[in-house]
């Protein structure tokens, strides 16, 4: 069983363009979730999707982040018109569905660096 | 809201003996997880050992062992028989176990280093 896939492992990009982050979860995950790492600091929660759905986006900037996790296909996290500010460690992290309210460990990709020019 | 707090920005150890780091959290519920992971130099993040609320017995996997003191709000990490293997930032982290949409995220402390010597 594969582990969570994410990519590109590096990614530079302009201040002003476009960053698109790719998370492949497990197979049978169907939660996601998107934290950021700046330099020298803990992961902060981003946002909470399952597949169509965003459950939890109260960690994500109001304005130029969004996130989605559609039926087909990995969990994009798309940040436009980067600024340096946005230069950290992005990591996807996936679970299985719960049972009721039972929680389940979260598995954690290996991040994407992204850095901003 | 929660908050996780890890007071030692690095610690150190000599390779076979035994080093505990510390963290504190602060929440109103009662129903939650703890959770300690690694950081290697790789910056994969891996889970080294999580704690149930409920659970008054504290957790061990293998080397790996917590202090789990509830009224306290503390969740320290004992590292026994050192490997050199085992250098890596350590995160504590919190998860709510509570209904509600806030339910899934981890709430992560910044980190202690953690250097073994040989």
């Known amino acids: 069983n594969a582990g969570v896939m994410q990519n590109p492992r590096h990614l530079v990009r302009r201040r002003g363009q476009e960053a698109r982050l790719r998370c492949s979860p497990m197979k049978g995950h169907s939660h996601v979730y998107w934290y950021r790492q700046l330099p020298e600091e803990g992961l902060k929660f981003m946002v909470y999707?399952?597949?169509?759905?965003?459950?939890?986006e109260s960690g994500m900037p109001k304005e130029r982040f969004s996130a989605e996790f559609p039926k087909e296909g990995p969990s994009i996290l798309r940040i436009q018109q980067v600024v340096r500010g946005d230069s950290a460690a992005y990591f996807c992290?996936?679970?299985?569905?719960?049972?009721?309210?039972?929680?389940?460990?979260?598995?954690f990709g290996p991040g994407t660096r992204l850095t901003v020019t | 809201a929660q908050t996780v707090t890890q007071s030692q920005p690095e610690m150190s150890v000599q390779e076979a003996e035994t080093v505990t780091l510390s963290c504190t959290y602060d929440?109103?519920?009662?129903?939650?997880?703890l959770f300690w992971y690694k950081q290697p130099p790789s910056r994969q993040m891996i889970l080294v050992i999580r704690q149930e609320a409920y659970k008054q017995q504290n957790a061990t996997e293998n080397r790996f062992s917590v202090n789990f003191q509830k009224a306290a709000k503390s969740f320290s990490l004992k590292i026994s028989d050192s490997q050199l293997g085992d250098a890596a930032m350590y995160f504590c982290?919190?998860?709510?176990?509570?209904?509600?949409?806030?339910?899934?995220?981890?709430?992560f402390g910044q980190g202690t280093i953690l250097t073994v010597h040989p």
């Open positions: 999707l399952q597949k169509e759905n965003i459950i939890d």
């Open positions: 929440t109103s519920e009662s129903d939650y997880y």
């Open positions: 982290a919190y998860r709510s176990r509570a209904g509600g949409t806030s339910y899934g995220k981890l709430t």
């Open positions: 992290a996936s679970s299985p569905p719960g049972q009721g309210r039972q929680v389940h460990e979260q598995y």
